[in-house]
């Protein structure tokens, strides 16, 4: 053992037995963390390349103000996201509030009274139900005349072909793919399986949009969806994309038509992207993309550690230790609220901002059961950052993600283990 570094995380809090524990897990995923580390390798290229290509320099990072006509820094960026996402636009704003937002964005300036919306991976992400009409809400499309119809995964995970091939209509314009599960029960989609989704859409009805929800999926593999057919890829700079640095924002990168309908939803028909100033945050964008593929890749890492480490304890987890990763989301299911609170407890006490909190679980509103939340970030509410959260309910799951580095992902997992072994709820004599 490194004595400084054992010395270090006794530190922090982290026991000699809970350090060892943790690095028999990490020494025996050497592969796996090698080929995550080739994945970012790459797209640390690919981003360098979009730079270069589209002549980054640094008057890009100089603020513009009012209506913000003529922003290099802005136009160079959205060029630099279309290169590197393989798109023909982009949009990417800090006037795009955040994720939800930016998904409101595209599938509001896209669809028109008349059209109908499909979903062929089941229900969407929470906050969309609302944005779409599933649950009434003011603005919805619902409100606006669009119709929306689901077509559900099959129990196996599979793609329900010919439900979705039944529920393709001559009102189909768009269709919504979440890459991401989400907080649904379900396992995440590889690009390789969008692409087959959007093959089979696009046999049916080539002029169908195809949309997917990139959310918390960017760089995580070597192709994005852009690359498998699809026509608009959409998410949110407090995510992966943003490399913890973006303070605010969301994306659209996709085809000229898609990018542009939405560009003069979020501003203004007549005016598109030719406003919006960027107030001097650019740099945080730029700064934050080039980052990107290493950020996720430790937050990809610790994904990975932290199924290793709770499997090997018995605990449910989704994905499990050894399967193939879509996504930063790891799920652990506890089955009793102490172990899902002394979690959160040891995420939260090992943040870099307010680790000296403690989280308690509080009725959110749009819950119907309390949820405990942990996060000590630079950015407020930023998932890239580590954090992890779950409702206090059966059967108790956490949902953990992120981590700006990776040292510090491992060391927020070890001190969750130490909480639940100091209180007494992991197997006797396994640490
Ligand atoms: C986070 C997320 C969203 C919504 O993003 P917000 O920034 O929280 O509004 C939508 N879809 C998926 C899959 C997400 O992970």
Redesign the pocket.
């Known amino acids: 053992m490194n004595q400084l570094l054992v010395e270090q995380y006794e530190k922090l809090g982290i026991s000699r037995e809970v350090y060892a524990f943790g690095e028999a897990v990490e020494a025996s995923l050497k592969e796996r963390f090698s080929a995550i580390d080739a994945t970012a390798e790459y797209n640390q290229l690919k981003v360098l390349q979009a730079m270069q290509e589209n002549r980054v320099s640094a008057e890009c990072f100089n603020a513009t103000s009012g209506y913000g006509y003529n922003d290099l820094g802005r136009e160079t960026l959205e060029k630099v996201y279309a290169t590197c996402f393989k798109g023909e636009d982009a949009l990417v704003r800090p006037q795009i509030t955040?994720?939800?937002?930016a998904?409101a964005l595209a599938l509001m300036s896209n669809l028109r009274p008349g059209d109908e919306l499909l979903s062929p991976v089941g229900k969407p992400?929470d906050?969309?139900e609302e944005v779409i009409g599933i649950r009434p809400s003011k603005g919805s499309l619902a409100e606006y005349g669009v119709t929306y119809r689901q077509v559900d995964l099959l129990p196996d995970g599979e793609f329900d072909y010919e439900g979705i091939r039944n529920a393709i209509g001559p009102r189909t314009r768009m269709v919504t793919i979440?890459?991401?599960k989400?907080y649904a029960p379900r396992r995440t989609l590889s690009v390789a399986r969008i692409g087959e989704l959007v093959a089979f859409i696009k046999s049916i009805r080539p002029d169908i949009i195809c949309m997917v929800?990139n959310?918390?999926g960017e760089f995580v593999e070597e192709r994005e969806p852009l690359e498998v057919g699809a026509d608009l890829i959409v998410g949110?700079l407090?995510?992966n994309p943003g490399g913890g640095l973006a303070p605010v924002g969301g994306y659209l990168v996709g085809t000229s038509e898609c990018v542009e309908n939405a560009a003069y939803r979020l501003t203004s028909p007549g005016l598109g992207k030719e406003v919006g100033a960027s107030l001097g945050i650019l740099q945080s964008f730029y700064q934050g993309l080039f980052l990107a593929p290493v950020v996720t890749a430790g937050a990809l890492k610790g994904a990975i550690f932290a199924a290793n480490i709770y499997e090997k304890l018995g605990f449910d987890v989704i994905p499990d230790g050894s399967e193939s990763r879509h996504d930063i989301i790891q799920a652990i299911s506890f089955h009793k609220p102490e172990a899902l609170i002394a979690f959160c407890e040891g995420i939260q006490a090992a943040a870099p901002v307010d680790s000296y909190v403690t989280p308690e679980p509080w009725a959110m509103p749009g819950y119907d059961s309390d949820v405990i939340m942990a996060a000590g970030a630079f950015v407020q509410g930023s998932?890239i950052e580590l954090s992890a959260d779950g409702p206090v309910k059966p059967p108790y799951a956490v949902y953990f993600q992120g981590g700006l580095t990776w040292y510090h992902a491992k060391t927020g997992i070890l001190k969750t283990l130490q909480k639940l072994k100091e209180r007494n709820l992991v197997p006797h004599g396994v640490i």
Do not use: A, N, V, W
């Open positions: 955040c994720g939800t937002h998904l992400y906050t969309l979440q890459r991401s989400g929800d959310c918390y949110s407090i995510k998932s």
